[in-house]
């Protein structure tokens, strides 16, 4: 009986030894995971805070360009208008140069000698005089024409020298983009399968949380202190929730970046504001943080630069479109680095 007891005991410690063993391992393997997926975070994280700085020197400068564009072709128009004058103007000198040369000059003592009636003289001096000096001011407006095409071709030449320099600019940003895009793609691949589902594992805690914000404000949206205005256009932002990011994206079927969204939904409430945060952040209205309101917009930077943009609801949270991979979204400001808060003068469709 002791005997038989024993080898059994015996047979038990060895089928459980091996699972013993392989505990250890098992946890360290896990822990193993679970810090590459927080290295693998943080390098995701890295390369959409790069590209969402990108993406908004990138809208600067296409807004920039679009500018320089439109200086160019109103300063073409100048030009235009200016060149035809000017045609007009020589051809008005050349029409009485000739009649100069055919008929001869005529002088004050050719008015005085050919006046029969000495009366009249002061009256014919005077016209002679109006001729002689709509003829200088013909010159002169030639002159003055002259230089004004000379400027006008000069600044022609410039804008469009500044608008090649900035299509460069935009095609070097924009590969810039699509590099950081490349490198978060590259990157996401090449995790273990393990890594990946433990990612995508907080990615749906994430979700679930902003969508719990989002409820939350659905139910509190009402009693938030806030003008018609405002209250309605929190509420338009908040019919694009779930919508995806993409980089220059400004509308609900293309998606939306930060101050994409910010532009769309603007607009419907009269306020054309230009499509990059550093640009929206210039044509508003800064007021405290601490005074906040509904629909005013925070800016994420500094005053050289904002990378990053949302609007405002109320209670300390707002809606924003993140980065690449995200969507938009109802999120907390506490803790963001908001660094600016601008008011519009919005009003009711």
């Known amino acids: 009986m002791t005997v038989a007891f024993a080898c059994a005991l015996a047979a038990v410690v060895l089928i459980l030894l091996p699972a013993a063993t392989l505990a250890a391992p098992a946890a360290q393997d896990l822990e193993s995971l679970q810090a590459q997926a927080r290295q693998a975070r943080a390098e995701v994280a890295r390369l959409d805070h ?17 500018d320089i564009n439109v200086w160019l072709v109103e300063t073409r ?3 235009a208008r200016a060149q035809l004058q000017l045609d007009v103007a020589r051809a008005v000198l050349g029409e009485r140069m000739a009649d100069i040369y055919k008929n001869g000059g005529v002088s004050v003592l050719d008015v005085m000698l050919g ?13 002679f005089r109006q001729i002689s000096q709509a003829d200088e001011d013909t010159v002169a407006g030639i002159e003055a024409l002259t230089q004004r095409v000379g400027q006008l071709a000069d600044r022609a030449e410039k804008d469009r020298a500044q608008a090649l320099t900035r299509e460069m600019d935009l ?30 594992r907080q990615a749906r805690l994430d979700a679930a949380a ?21 209250i309605a256009l929190v509420k ?3 019919k694009y929730l779930g919508i995806p990011y993409v980089w220059g994206g400004a509308s609900p079927s293309g998606g939306f970046d930060c101050s994409g969204l910010v532009m769309y939904v603007y607009a419907k409430f009269g306020v054309s504001v230009l499509h990059g945060a550093t640009l929206q952040a210039r044509q508003g209205t800064p007021v405290p943080l601490s005074r906040m309101q509904p ?28 980065h690449t991979g995200d969507v938009v979204k109802v999120s907390k400001l506490d803790g963001r680095g908001c660094a600016l808060a601008c008011r519009y003068p919005i009003r009711l469709p």
């Open 50 to 66: 790069a590209s969402q700085i990108t993406v908004e020197k990138y809208n600067v400068a296409r807004a920039e360009l679009d």
């Open 77 to 79: 128009r100048d030009l």
């Open 115 to 127: 006046t029969r009636d000495f009366t009249e003289i002061d009256t014919q001096i005077d016209y």
């Open 171 to 200: 095609r070097e940003k924009r590969a810039d983009v699509e590099d950081q895009l490349a490198q978060r793609q590259a990157l996401l691949a090449e995790l273990d399968a393990r890594v990946k589902e433990i990612i995508a």
């Open 210 to 230: 902003s969508q719990r914000l989002a409820d939350a404000v659905g139910v509190d949206i009402d009693s938030i202190n806030g003008s018609a205005a405002q």
């Open 236 to 238: 338009e932002t908040m």
């Open 295 to 322: 629909a005013d917009l925070v800016f994420f930077g500094d005053a050289s630069f904002y990378s990053h943009v949302g609007i405002y609801i109320g209670s300390g949270l707002f809606i924003e479109a993140p």
